[in-house]
């Protein structure tokens, strides 16, 4: 039986052949398994480079969408701020035309009132929905605005030089007839000549006459002979009333 053991071939061993079998299964199932990982590592590639491209689409996609709300935004802003200013800029006009030719009536604190609202609407309540190049309206209209108030303020004074200088080419007793009585005390007050609206000397008894315009400011009472002003009605010395037109003393 020894001999025998000895001398029996391996391969007719049974245990080491179901040792051997049960390698091989074990090997077997190892290649199966390492197939598996090379598949998922292949699958897990191909995932890898389309998660890649799904990127590389999203950040165009992203892009695009990007301009286009940008696009929107900037024409939503544009009509806004279309809206508005054609809104606000017919007021602003108004306002100065009402400025130029209605501010003198017995309306001025409605024109006033509305110049000022229309300033503040286009001024103040623009500004804020005012787009990156809407400030170039505002100073534009700033601009034309400033030109057609210092045409106007130009004009007016050149309109009241001209009054000015047609009022004192005019004879005294007419002048004096067309200044209320109430306007001239409250300018002689102010140490103003009533017609003019210029100085003077007010405490020299002689100074009868303004210097600038040469209207007749102070006359002598025909009742008293109290020197007064040739805008009162009454003399403050005698009471007696005086004629609505005097010569002033010489």
């Known amino acids: 039986m020894k001999t025998r053991n000895a001398t029996q071939r391996v391969d007719q ?55 286009k709300l940008d696009a929107a935004e900037s024409g939503q802003e544009l009509r806004v701020f279309a809206y508005r200013l054609a809104l606000t ?10 400025l130029l030719k209605r501010r003198h009536t017995r309306n001025w604190p409605f024109v006033w009132g509305f110049a000022l609202a229309a300033a503040f609407a286009f001024f103040v309540e623009l500004v804020p929905y005012l787009p ?15 030109l057609v108030a210092g ?44 017609g003019c609206e210029r100085p003077i000397d007010l405490a020299n008894s002689a100074a009868n006459f303004c210097p600038h315009c040469g209207i007749g400011v102070f006359e002598r009472c ?14 403050y010395a005698c009471g007696n009333r005086t004629s609505e037109v005097a010569a002033p003393v010489t």
């Open 151 to 194: 045409r106007a303020a130009i004009n007016a004074l050149q309109g009241y030089q001209e009054r000015q200088r047609a009022a004192e080419a005019r004879p005294d007793e007419e002048r004096r007839t067309e200044i209320a009585t109430d306007q001239a005390l409250l300018r002689l007050a102010k140490k103003v000549c009533p």
């Open 13 to 67: 061993d049974p245990g080491l052949v179901v040792r051997t079998q049960q390698l091989d299964a074990l090997k077997a199932a190892e290649r199966t398994i390492e197939e598996q990982q090379e598949g998922l590592a292949k699958s897990d590639l191909g995932l890898a480079q389309r998660e890649a491209e799904l990127e590389t689409t999203d950040s165009e996609q992203r892009a695009a969408a990007q301009q």
């Open 222 to 235: 025909p009742t008293c002979d109290h020197r007064k002003s040739t805008f009162e009605r009454f003399c």
């Open 89 to 98: 800029l017919p007021l602003l006009a108004l306002a100065g035309w009402l």
């Open 132 to 146: 990156s190049y809407g400030g170039y309206v505002q100073y534009g209209v700033g601009v034309v605005v400033t």
